[in-house]
């Protein structure tokens, strides 16, 4: 894994108490540097600008099947982090929220580049 990556889409597994049943969902899981999950959304919409930004959304999910299975109990937190959960978490929002916009002005040049070509 690159352990620069801050986040991803992951497939993650719930037991039921009894271990009886398990469910699966894709969710944003956050690492913390040494690549151990730390944390996961619980809350995940597909929400974007444009249509552009919710195909990428959708594809880095997509992506998510191609990678091993996370178990929920192995997501932790790091008790040896100083910061707070919610300090991580809006801190993790934060970079999310400026890698959204990066993809639709990267999106918005690709169309840009296109409507170019096609005069």
Same mark, same amino acid.
């Given at each position: 894994m690159?352990?620069t990556?801050? *986040?991803?889409?992951?497939v993650? !597994? !719930? &037991?039921?108490? +009894?271990?009886?049943?398990? *469910?699966? +969902?894709?969710?944003e899981v956050?690492?913390?540097?040494? /690549?151990?999950?730390?944390?996961?959304?619980m809350d995940l919409m597909?929400?974007?600008?444009?249509?552009? /930004?919710?195909?990428?959304q %959708?594809e880095? #999910?997509l !992506?998510?099947l191609?990678?091993?299975v996370?178990?929920?109990?192995? =997501?932790v937190?790091?008790?040896?982090?100083?910061? $707070? #959960?919610?300090d991580?978490? @809006? +801190?993790l929002? #934060?970079?999310?929220? &400026?890698m959204?916009?990066?993809?639709? &002005? @990267? /999106?918005?040049? =690709?169309?840009? $580049?296109?409507?170019?070509?096609? %005069?």
């Amino acid at each position: 894994m690159d352990t620069t990556k801050m *986040w991803d889409y992951r497939v993650v !597994r !719930r &037991e039921s108490e +009894s271990k009886t049943e398990e *469910w699966y +969902s894709v969710q944003e899981v956050y690492y913390d540097e040494d /690549g151990t999950p730390m944390a996961q959304t619980m809350d995940l919409m597909v929400e974007q600008d444009t249509v552009t /930004g919710m195909r990428t959304q %959708l594809e880095s #999910m997509l !992506r998510a099947l191609d990678n091993p299975v996370l178990d929920e109990s192995d =997501i932790v937190d790091n008790p040896v982090n100083t910061k $707070t #959960m919610e300090d991580r978490v @809006l +801190s993790l929002e #934060m970079e999310n929220a &400026e890698m959204r916009d990066r993809l639709v &002005e @990267l /999106g918005d040049k =690709i169309r840009e $580049t296109k409507k170019v070509r096609s %005069l």
